[in-house]
């Protein structure tokens, strides 16, 4: 603060160094060749625009703000002879302060993140997507002036100056107005950006749809309209896709939009786009979220984040509203009533769309689906103040999972599908969580429904976790864990009796790590499987808010044994011979061998010791299960080992 005062104060220019990203940029604007220069003037005419937006929506709220000399406008204009181009407007303008730190660094996170795609991807032309914008215009100059004064009443009009290498410098200027002129002397390579009617052509190109007048050389060349105010069925898609383009800092053609018109309940126009690449700031809290709000055709509000929910934060584009009052500040937007029924009808608007794609146009909402999937799966988590419980239906008809009945990853189920494909006698919606497809896909859990032919979800992001918990059934089928609660009467009857006293014995043995021991009705070629509590925590959201922090105190889980193993068979005959001794590290096994094909071990190194007994009383003669073993003694350096072995 105090140094920008003393800037003002002295007369000579001080002297700044651009910051490392700003640098690195440069570097890339002035040395790689952009197949389209052109593109600068978007990039200032844009910078105008959002300036004039930001006076609009700044004056609406603060009345003390300087006022702009004449309508809000930008205007181009060509001096042949110094050959400059000019670009001013009577917006929001910069201080000195601001004018360091919006020109002199890349301050916000998302802008990094650019900054980084724009190392690892020089090929495309990504300039002017996240707030880079401004330095297009090292393209075509070799020196950028930009004079400014803040529409705060008391700022000092500012000159900040750079020739595009490592440094700028800022001076106290003349400006008896608000506004902003940035002033580009032309490189001897840019001359044909002197023509007036090559100008016009490129800002009738690209800069279509702004809503101020551009004048070049004091001649209007646009004629600014709000394509949403338009009837639908007179709007051509291009128009629609320039449109976004133009308006929303991406140079991409959106994935999909939505036109609404709509009389009742609430008074209102909209167009709103999903972009079809993702915003790199979307998971940023200070990324942008470009959904502007308008009182009958009014700008009022550049972001209006309370319109849409959190998790349709990649919605982007403009609401008009017919009965918002022109003087509602932020504040009041998230108490007004209507701005609330406005959010819900929006919210259902969007979500409808979303649906009527999956229907028409299955692939292309398959590729939303994978970009945006889970952040719309936050709409699940419940939160106070948001009882929609409409939008849960609603959303509930979008998602898609992985699934059994797939090879690999990349296909996806619906529940609608799920359901339909469910054979006679199945009744419930079976789901499997874990940290990762591969683990999943392969986990024993699983056997017992591929042998019934039940198709199980294999629900691998974190979010699912949320989805399972707030949603317990579909079409009348509750979903269930296949990891979860005793599946005797759902897969496979099983006959614990003949079992009783190994399972006796092993509960003893186990009791510190396993809360109870039973026969599995799930498994058929794995020896045994950890299963989740029916009503407790699962696994896999314990290991979710262990990763968060949440300290858990690790669940009891029960482990089940495939009777029909040649382990489980071992097993019970070294303890039908009274070898318990013998049998203690194998049932420990049992459980070691549940953990590691979910990919959890909790102590790697004890695992190693019991293996190395196993393999010692298999050479010993177990390898061929039952009888021998019992009849070969167990070599004396497997005992001692055995001996070591941790019994709590
Ligand atoms: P972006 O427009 O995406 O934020 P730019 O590189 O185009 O990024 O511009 C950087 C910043 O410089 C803008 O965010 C704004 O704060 C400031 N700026 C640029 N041009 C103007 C202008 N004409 N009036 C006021 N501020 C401006
Ligand atoms: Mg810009």
């Known amino acids: 603060m105090s140094e920008s005062t003393e800037t003002t104060e002295a007369a000579e220019p001080q002297t700044y160094g651009f910051n490392a990203e700003v640098r690195q940029l440069l570097d890339l604007v002035i040395h790689s060749l ?56 009577n917006g929001i303008g910069l201080t000195s302060d601001e004018a360091r730190e919006h020109l002199g660094t890349i301050a916000s996170s998302g802008t990094k993140a650019f900054a980084k795609a724009l190392k690892e991807d020089s090929e495309h032309n990504l300039i002017g997507q996240f707030g880079v914008g401004f330095y297009a215009a090292l393209m075509v100059s070799d020196q950028v002036t930009v004079i400014s004064r ?42 044909e950006y002197l023509d007036a009617e090559k100008l016009s052509a490129i800002v009738k190109r690209y800069s279509e749809f702004v809503s101020y007048p551009i004048r070049v050389n004091e001649e209007q060349v646009n004629e600014p309209k709000a394509l949403w105010t338009r009837k639908p069925q007179d709007v051509e898609d291009s128009e629609y896709v320039e449109f976004y383009k133009q308006t929303s800092h991406d140079w991409a053609d959106p994935a999909t939009w939505l036109h609404i018109h709509a009389d009742a309940p609430v008074q209102y126009k909209a167009l709103l786009y999903v972009p079809a690449m993702v915003p790199m700031d979307m998971n940023y809290s200070d990324g942008r979220r470009p959904l502007k709000l308008y009182a009958r055709r009014v700008l ?49 608007r969007v979500l409808r769309h979303l649906k009527q794609l999956a229907k028409k146009e299955p692939d292309e909402y398959a590729a939303i689906w994978k970009d945006y999937g889970s952040t719309l799966k936050e709409g699940f988590a419940k939160r106070p103040g948001d009882n929609d419980p409409d939008s849960t239906d609603k959303l509930t008809g979008l998602v898609r999972f992985r699934s059994t009945r797939f090879e690999g990853p990349d296909e996806q189920v619906s529940f609608a599908e799920y359901v339909e494909a469910m054979p006679e006698g199945q009744d419930t919606i079976w789901y499997l969580t874990g940290t990762d497809y591969k683990t999943v896909a392969r986990s024993p859990h699983l056997e017992g429904f591929k042998k019934k032919g039940y198709e199980v979800l294999l629900l691998t992001d974190p979010v699912d976790e949320w989805v399972v918990q707030s949603l317990t059934e579909f079409d009348g089928k509750p979903l269930k864990a296949a990891s979860r609660g005793d599946l005797d009467e759902q897969l496979e009857d099983v006959d614990e009796e003949q079992h009783q006293g190994l399972l006796g014995w092993l509960k003893e043995v186990l009791a510190s790590e396993v809360k109870d021991v039973r026969i599995s009705a799930r498994l058929t070629s794995s020896a045994s499987v950890l299963v989740d509590d029916e009503h407790g925590m699962s696994a896999n959201m314990q290991r979710i808010l262990q990763q968060v922090n949440q300290g858990m105190p690790a669940g009891q889980r029960v482990l089940e044994i495939n009777p029909d193993h040649a382990l489980v068979r071992s097993l019970a005959s070294l303890h039908g011979a009274g070898r318990a001794e013998q049998a203690q590290p ?41 009888g021998p073993v019992l009849d070969h003694p167990v ?3 497997a005992t001692t080992v055995l001996e070591n072995q941790p019994t709590e």
């Not at 705060?152 to 700028?168: H, K, L, N, R």
């Not at 959190?310 to 701005?339: K, M, T, Y």
Request: glycine share 4%; aromatic share 4%.
């Open 586 to 626: 194998l049932a420990m096994l049992l459980v070691d061998q549940a953990r590691l094909t979910e990919g959890h071990l909790t102590d790697p190194a004890a695992l190693v010791e019991r293996l190395q007994v196993l393999s010692e009383l298999a050479a010993a003669g177990l390898g061929s299960h039952a």
């Open 150 to 191: 803040s529409a705060q009443p008391e700022a000092e009009p500012m000159v900040w100056a750079c020739d595009g290498s490592t440094e700028y410098t800022l001076a106290p200027a003349e400006r008896p107005d608000r506004g902003t002129d940035v002033i580009l002397k032309l490189r001897e390579d840019a001359f």
């Open 300 to 348: 009022i509000l550049e972001e209006a984040r309370e319109l849409l929910p959190e998790w349709l934060r990649f919605v982007r584009g403009v609401v008009d509203s017919e009965d918002l009052q022109l003087n509602v500040s932020r504040e009041l937007v998230q108490q007004n009533l209507r701005v609330r029924e406005l959010r819900h009808q929006l919210i259902s």
């Open 34 to 89: 952009y197949s389209d220069r052109d593109v600068f003037l978007r990039e200032l005419i844009s910078n105008a625009s959002d300036a004039l937006d930001k006076a609009r929506v700044a004056c609406l709220q603060d009345a003390s703000l300087r006022a702009a000399a004449g309508e809000p406008g930008i205007d181009i204009r060509i001096d042949p002879i110094a050959s400059t181009l000019t670009i001013s407007d």
């Open 635 to 637: 070599a004396p350096e």
